[in-house]
Structures are given as C-alpha cells and as structure tokens.
C-alpha cells in the first residue's frame, strides 16, 4: 500500500525569478541566454546591438555648454564653461602669437586653420602644431567625477577614484589625439589702433612736392615700418574646463563619457572677447548674439565591446589551451556592456573611429554643421584582459564601429 504524502506538503516545485538566477549564477544565465536560439543578451539585445541612447543638451544654465546623455542605465551629465589665460602668465614657452608666426605655420597668407585646403599636407601639419600647443598650453581641463553614489561602487562625497583620474586622462589624450578643436577659436587677438590718417589736401595745401606726394600714401601701416608694438598679437587664449558627472553608471562609463563630452562642445558657444589696453585686461561682450560657436574638426565615436567565453567549468579558457585539450567551446563578442555583462566578461576592448570629411564654412559659422563623411578612420584601439580576440576579431569590432558611426553621428548632430 502506497503511502500518501501529508495533504500540507506543497509538491509545487521550486522556482526563483531570473534575477535571483543572475545573482546566483552569473555566467551560466548569461550563457543559457545566449546559446539559445534566438541568441539573445538577458537586456533583449543581440549581441552587436547597442543601448538606445538620449541627448539632450543646453540644460545647464550657467555653462557655455552643456549635455545629458543617457545609455540605458547610464546617465552623465557634462559642462563645459570658458576661462581666460594671459598670454604673460604663460611660463618657459613662447606659442605663435604674432600674424607673421601663424602665417608661417600655416604656409601662406592664411592665419586661420580653417582657411587652409581641407586634406593637405600643409593643413595636417599645421593640425598637429596646434595640437601640440593646445597641450602645452593646457588650454584643455576636463575633469570625471564618479563619486556621486552613480553605483555602489562609487560611494557619495569620498575623494576622486583611481577609476576617475584614468578616465579624465583618458579623455585629455583622446581630445588632443583626435584634434577635435581649434586653436583658432582659443586665441583671443589684440588688434591695435590705426595712426590717424593724413587731412585732406584743401586743408593743408603741400608746400612742396615731397609733401604732396605724401598724401597718396594708403592709410594702412606699412609692414615693414609697423613696430612690433603696433602689430596684431595673441594677448590672451580660451581655458575650456570641462566636467563630467556620472549620475548613474551601468557598464563602461567612456563611451558614454565621451558622447556627453561631444554633445556639449557642440552647443558650446563662448563670448565675444578682446583686449582692452587701456585697462590692460580681457573684456567680453555680455550679448549673447555675439558669442561663437567652437568648431569641431571631426566626431569622433568611442565604442566598447565584451568577449563572453564559456568553458567546460563556466571559466575563461585561452585559445592555446582550448587547442590543446581538443574541446570546444564558444565565444561571443557584445557590443555596448550593461552593468551586468561587463562583470562576467573577461576581456574588453574599445575602438574609437570617426568618418573623413569636412563640414561647410556656412556650417561652422552657423553652428550646426552637418558632417559629410568620405570613409571611416580608426584614431585608437584600447584592450585589456583575456586572450580571445584576434586579428579577425579585431576587425570585426572595427567594422561594427564603423556601422555605428553613421547613426551615432546622425544622432549627436540631432541633439
């Protein structure tokens, strides 16, 4: 006789909801998610497909510009405001600052970067000198915050993370790599007064030839006669500090550092300055019709990925070893990581790509230029961890950046 269990005991079996499975196991639910046939992340996602992101900029009030940029579960919010260096408080370096300099650097007549024929080879040299000066001059400061309770990692009010300070470097070496601004919107120019030209002839008749011949003399001073005193000089740059607040964080914080970072320097537009001899200081115009957009050479993309093996024991197995013990396991490479994800994944790598082309004078001037690509460029490659990605896989992420690029570009310059 078969005995009956007690009519108390529940015999329904027992379940978790799926994150408790994620927390429990980690690695196996996001294996189980992406072994199955429709090959999905936990998030829904494919695997190269990214997080839908949102811009929106000009929310700060009291900045020259500003962004807030959402990616999934991450937000950063960026400012970016304007302050002026002396040219005399710069120490131990002497920049181009007279016309003859700039012309001289620039090949020609010209003393604006953006005068000279876009592809050159006079126009990449004298690229790279303003990048060059723009550095030593520090005229860049941008600064990552983290310490705002974004995640539990990042605990409110404590001192800047060892995390924070490679990522603020992090941007600086991209910013003055990609040669995103111009040194011609950081010089702010002191243009002296003309001599007063001659009076007319019927008010003081020659009283010679000489004299006579004098009045037909252009008004202009001569170059060559001018002091250096009287000549045009750079009295002054623009200081763009630029910071970075994570207001939540879910996964690599860069890509979504550097697309608040872009957004913001698109809307950035800083005053009318000049120099004002008489007091012997900067002055700038309090209209905001006078200000002046900063121009973007090019939009650059940063963009990460994760590689996701699955070994026999759930761990990472190099190539060598899998080789080796003759097993098979299987790999998969994730765009744009979410929080989840990047602590399971044991390798990373970010591409940073940007498109060749060039924006219309009419464009800069306006402000809201429309980038026209020719073709993509690879500015940098950062990896780090794991032994999965090779050549083949390297030019896979690259290929997939460049996908993004056009869409990502379609989108900040929409913002």
């Not at 001289?104 to 000198?129: F, M, P, Q």
């Not at 003055?176 to 002296?192: A, E, F, G, N």
């Not at 992420?397 to 570009?409: F, K, Y």
Request: overall charge negative.
């Amino acid at each position: 006789m078969a005995i009956q269990p007690p009519s108390s005991i529940s015999t329904t079996p027992l379940t978790f909801p799926p994150t408790h499975f994620a927390k429990l196991a980690p690695r196996s639910y996001l294996h189980a998610h992406l072994s199955s046939a429709q090959t999905r992340r936990p998030s829904g996602r494919l695997p190269h497909e990214s997080r839908k992101q949102s811009i929106n900029t000009g929310s700060l009030t009291h900045c020259h510009g500003s962004a807030v940029v959402r990616a999934g579960d991450t937000a950063v919010v960026c400012g970016v405001r304007g302050e002026i260096l002396s040219a005399e408080d710069v120490v131990d370096h002497r920049p181009a600052t007279t016309i003859e300099e700039l012309q001289r650097r620039y090949g020609g007549h010209s003393t604006r970067l953006d005068e000279l024929e876009e592809g050159g080879n006079v126009k990449r040299k004298a690229r790279v000198e303003d990048a060059e000066e723009m550095a030593h001059l520090n005229l860049l400061v941008p600064n990552v915050e983290l310490s705002t309770g974004c995640s539990p990692s990042y605990l409110p009010g404590g001192p800047p993370s060892e995390e924070a300070q490679a990522l603020s470097h992090r941007t600086l070496s991209l910013l003055h790599t990609s040669q995103v601004l111009s040194m011609d919107d950081m010089r702010i120019w002191y243009h002296p007064t003309e001599p007063p030209s001659p009076p007319p002839p019927s008010e003081t008749p020659p009283s010679n030839p000489q004299t006579s011949m004098s009045l037909d003399l252009p008004n202009e001073p001569d170059p060559e006669t001018t002091t250096p005193q009287q000549q045009p000089r750079v009295r002054a740059y623009w200081t763009l500090h630029i910071t970075l607040l994570a207001l939540s964080l879910s996964g690599p914080p860069f890509p979504t550092l550097w697309t608040a970072l872009l957004a913001a320097l698109r809307t950035t537009r800083l005053p009318r300055a000049w120099w004002d001899p008489d007091a012997n200081t900067v002055l700038c115009s309090p209209a905001p019709s006078e200000a002046k957009p900063l121009t973007l050479n090019s939009l650059p993309m940063a963009m990460g990925f994760g590689v996701f093996e699955a070994g026999a024991a759930g761990g990472l197995v190099p190539s060598s070893t899998r080789a080796k013990e003759g097993e098979e396991r299987k790999s998969w490479v994730l765009a744009d990581m979410d929080g989840f994800e990047e602590g399971v994944c044991g390798e990373e790598i970010t591409v940073v790509v940007r498109g060749r082309g060039s924006v219309s004078e009419s464009d800069r001037v306006s402000g809201r230029g429309r980038w026209k690509s020719k073709g993509i460029e690879v500015l940098k490659i950062e990896k780090g961890g794991g032994g999965v990605l090779g050549k083949g896989e390297v030019r896979e992420v690259v290929g997939l950046a460049a996908e993004r690029w056009e869409e990502w570009r379609r989108m900040v310059e929409g913002s």
